[in-house]
């Protein structure tokens, strides 16, 4: 069934036309020869040059559609499925698998899975259980060559009765699948799009017949090998980009001792919309970005042996979801529902093909940043080294009726400490001040320049951050944007509601305060740009914003739904008009607001440790190395500080301290109880040592990006920059040699730089 043209093709098969009447000659020349060029003789193409406009006739086999220096692009259409071939090596990636690669499964739902290059889970009613794809449903597909590809119509029949449109388009080294928002239909009452998979077998394998691995972008960064599993697995990696929305699930209740010390360290959240692919044997990869619809898509990594014994790993988009819906106040009886609307973004996957020596991880970093600056995504910074040395100010335990203050470093200890580090060496620190603000560290939120008196009030933090900058410190004052404590301020308004219409809330099992609120998304923006507009006209001018860096949800106010979409663009404007007003660093960013930033804070140099992964790589630090400065989560809480100190070393991540100019015991009765060192005397050494060994490595690199990571068999790592320096880290107990190089157990060795 040809199936009415899109809007966007009537222009431009109108602009077209004279351009396909003279194609016309000449595909009749080439249909007639397409072997041959008609001036020489020699070959050119093994397919008839696609028509801009022309519809895909549908054949039994793969037709090439597009076509770039390095890769040619073919396409199936019965199963809507790509083949990407690299023209000067001959190898391939597949979307979907072929006949002969088929493992025998029998489950049919997962033959048809594999066999479909998308597929969609549906809604029905409120049960979220139906598979969708080009096998299973009745589909109609219409086809039409555009200049750099091609533009699918899919109509999904039965009982779905979906329509969607794809564009897919070779450009150089890069593909572009596209499903414009706009071509989404939902046609039949009572039945949803619950999210869309594209290409979800794109660069598959089968077990172990292929060397390589699958980028997880869990934490830094971490590798699947595509060896055999032997079904050792029953799962893979599964992450929503930017982590749970708040508003759609409820938490899950901390494991805590005595209701009040956490024993499970959450996971990492995904804070870049990224994937890959590498199979080296073949010297091929892919570094898969999802460039929009970011806000409510999930990164599917996948290992062989879970379900079927493939390897594959791909975007999923959350277009609808199911939530619970109490049905009372007690929250005593509860009903599935669907959400009111879906997600309204184009979803749009964007594929850096990458092959020879540059199919490897480093490759997919390299690209990656490549694309950051190209785009406008990442902006470069001064990435000069300084150590980061965080100050707690003021806590609160409880007095009687109220709250009494617990001064942990005044501004003047503070100033006192910087001016001893000083003077054993550490120059141009970078600080964050927290609980500067009057009520403490957790009264939230913060709206004007309001110092606690107990560490000296107003004049002595704004004298605090003028002194230290003429000294070469910068003292930035921290602000957590999203939450409201409910016991020093108001919650009847301003504070965020779930999809359900509950109010959510955030229990932390505090010694004073033990329950916190988001606030609405509108609330914060206007908070945040009452105080950067406050220091700023107070001369201060420095912002360390956390809270809604790293978290995005779904909400509803006043009986209306607002999606991750609209959180994301409010949290956007908020963070862009606070750099306007003041330098910022933020507090493990969403990607959406790299470029806004001065600087990375609390980046993990590790990954979530799920027994899937077989290799953590720093591959966030080696994006943003040389671009914008990382500063690591704090030393002092690391159980094995060698290992750490390495992992800065070979990351290039800066080292960060959290300092109190007080004994820390005196946090016992407050919110920060779990801190249990943080007195400056005890890491005073620390701070010197790791300041000298990390600025002389720094001065080696110099602003250099990093173009190559290495591991060899022996467990060497090598670290090549652009400058020529060259690091090599050895994590064993025993020496280890790479040439003329010796690196002793526990320790790193560098050559060349400057």
């Known amino acids: 069934m040809d199936t009415k043209k899109p809007k966007w093709l009537v222009p431009v098969i109108a602009a077209a036309a004279v351009l396909i009447i003279a194609a016309a000659v000449l595909t009749v020349l080439i249909v007639a020869g397409a072997e041959t060029d008609v001036l020489s003789g020699t070959h050119t193409h093994s397919a008839p040059i696609p028509v801009l406009g022309a519809k895909v006739e549908a054949r039994d086999d793969y037709v090439q559609v597009a076509e770039s220096d390095t890769y040619r692009l073919y396409y199936y259409e019965p199963r809507f499925s790509i083949r990407l071939e690299n023209k000067k090596t001959g190898a391939v990636f597949d979307s979907t698998v072929s006949d002969e690669k088929d493992d025998g499964n029998n489950n049919a739902s997962w033959t048809a899975y594999m066999k479909s290059g998308i597929v969609i889970n549906a809604i029905i009613g409120t049960l ?3 598979q969708v794809d080009v096998n299973s449903v009745p589909t109609d597909i219409s086809t039409w060559y555009t200049d750099s590809g091609i533009y699918a119509t899919l109509g999904f029949k039965g009982n779905y009765q979906f329509e969607l449109g794809v564009e897919i388009s070779l450009d150089g080294d890069q593909l572009t699948v596209r499903v414009p928002d706009e071509s989404i239909k939902e046609n039949k009452e009572g039945t949803y799009i619950s999210t869309v998979s594209l290409f979800p077998f794109l660069g598959y394998t089968y077990l172990d017949e292929q060397n390589g691995y699958m980028l997880v972008p869990d934490g830094n960064g971490a590798l699947i090998y595509l060896d055999n599993k032997e079904r050792r697995y029953t799962t893979g990696f599964s992450g929503l980009i930017y982590g749970t929305d708040d508003g759609m699930t409820n938490r899950t209740a901390v494991s805590t001792i005595w209701e009040r010390y956490e024993t499970v360290t959450p996971s990492n959240k995904v804070i870049a ?53 109490p049905l009372n106040q007690s929250n005593s009886g509860t009903v599935p529902a669907v959400e009111q609307d879906r997600l309204h973004s184009d979803l749009t996957v964007r594929y850096c093909l990458l092959s020879e020596d540059s199919a490897d991880y480093s490759g997919m970093a390299s690209a990656y940043r490549t694309y950051l600056l190209d785009s406008g995504r990442l902006v470069k910074r001064d990435t000069g080294y300084r150590t980061r040395v965080d100050f707690l100010g003021s806590e609160r335990e409880s007095f009687l009726m109220g709250t009494t203050a617990v001064p942990m470093t005044t501004a003047d200890r503070v100033s006192e400490i910087l001016s001893e580090l000083r003077g054993l060496g550490v120059q141009n620190m970078l600080s964050v001040y927290k609980g500067w603000q009057s009520g403490g560290l957790y009264d939230v939120p913060i709206t004007s320049f309001s110092a606690d008196g107990s560490i000296g009030g107003n004049s002595a933090v704004k004298a605090l951050i003028q002194r230290e900058a003429e000294a070469g410190n910068t003292v930035y004052l921290y602000d957590d944007a999203l939450s409201v404590n409910a016991d020093t301020h108001s919650t009847t308004y301003n504070v965020m509601k779930m999809v359900n219409k509950r109010t959510f809330k955030n229990e932390t099992h505090g010694q004073v305060y033990d329950t916190f609120y988001y606030l609405m998304p509108g609330r914060s923006g206007s908070d945040l740009a009452h105080l950067t507009k406050d220091l700023s006209n107070a001369g201060i001018g420095n912002a360390a914003l956390s809270g809604i860096t790293g978290t995005l949800f779904s909400y509803s106010s006043k009986g209306n739904y607002y999606s991750r979409t609209d959180t994301m663009d409010i949290y956007e404007d908020a963070v862009s008009a606070a750099d306007e007003n003041c330098n910022i660093v933020t507090e493990t960013p969403n990607a959406f607001l790299w470029k806004y930033s001065d600087a990375f804070i609390d980046m993990p140099l590790s990954s979530s440790d799920y027994l899937y992964l077989d290799r953590e790589i720093p591959f966030l630090s080696m994006v943003f190395k040389g671009i ?45 109880s779990d801190l249990y060192s943080l007195e400056y005397a005890s890491y005073r050494d620390t701070i010197v040592s790791y300041d000298k060994a990390l600025r002389e490595l720094a001065g080696k690199v110099n602003g250099a990006c990093i173009t190559k990571h290495e591991i060899s068999g022996s467990g060497l790592v090598k670290v090549t920059y652009d400058n020529g320096a060259v690091i090599y880290v050895n994590y064993t107990g025993g020496t280890l040699n790479d040439g003329d190089v010796t690196v002793e157990p526990l320790s790193y060795a560098v050559r060349g730089g400057e």
């Open 628 to 672: 914008v400065p990382t500063y690591s989560e704090y030393v002092n809480f690391e159980a094995n500080k060698k290992e750490n100190f390495l992992r800065m070393v070979e990351s290039g991540v800066y080292p960060s301290f959290y300092i109190t100019g007080e004994d820390s015991s005196k946090l016992i009765y407050t919110n920060s």
């Open 273 to 325: 919309p990224v994937f890959g692919m590498a199979h080296l044997d073949d010297g091929l990869a892919y570094l898969g970005i999802v460039e929009s619809g970011d806000e409510r898509c999930s990164i599917e990594v996948v290992p062989n042996g879970v379900t079927v014994d493939y390897n594959r790993c791909f975007a999923r988009f959350l277009l609808r979801d199911v939530y619970v819906q």
């Open 128 to 130: 979220n259980t139906y």
